[in-house]
C-alpha cells in the first residue's frame, strides 16, 4: 500500500470554484478512482481556513501503481486544469509502510456499557 497527500489552496474566483467544484465530483475524482492500482480517495479540508485549503489522500496498492497513475494523461490534465482554475500552492507527500511495523493497528471494540 503507498499512500498518495496531495495539497493545495483553491481558486480565488467564484466562478473558477464552481467548476472546480464539479469538476471534481464528475470527472476529476471518478478517473482518479477507475486508475488501476487506485483503491480510495479521501478528500480533506483545512478546518483552520488557512493554507493549504484542501488536502486529498489516494491509496495505490503499489509503488509501480503510483508511478503508472502520475505518467497518466488522466494525472498530467487534471493537473493542469487545477493549474488553469487558479489552483495553486501545491504539494505532495508519498508514504509507504514502515518496515518496522507494516501491519494496521486498530483499535479494540468496546463492549457497551448496560
Known sequence: MILYFIEWDLPDQKANLTIYANKAKNDWLPA????????????????????????????????????DYLESQDYIR?????????????????????KYFPEVLKAEKKQPRP
Open 32 to 67: 482518479t478512482l477507475a486508475h488501476p492500482g487506485v483503491h480510495e480517495i479521501r478528500n480533506y479540508r483545512n478546518p483552520f481556513e488557512v493554507t493549504p485549503q484542501v488536502g486529498i489522500s489516494i491509496e495505490f496498492e503499489s509503488l509501480e501503481a503510483w508511478r
Open 78 to 98: 487534471i493537473m493542469r486544469e487545477l493549474r488553469i482554475l487558479g489552483c495553486c500552492n501545491f504539494s505532495t507527500h508519498l508514504w509507504a509502510p514502515s
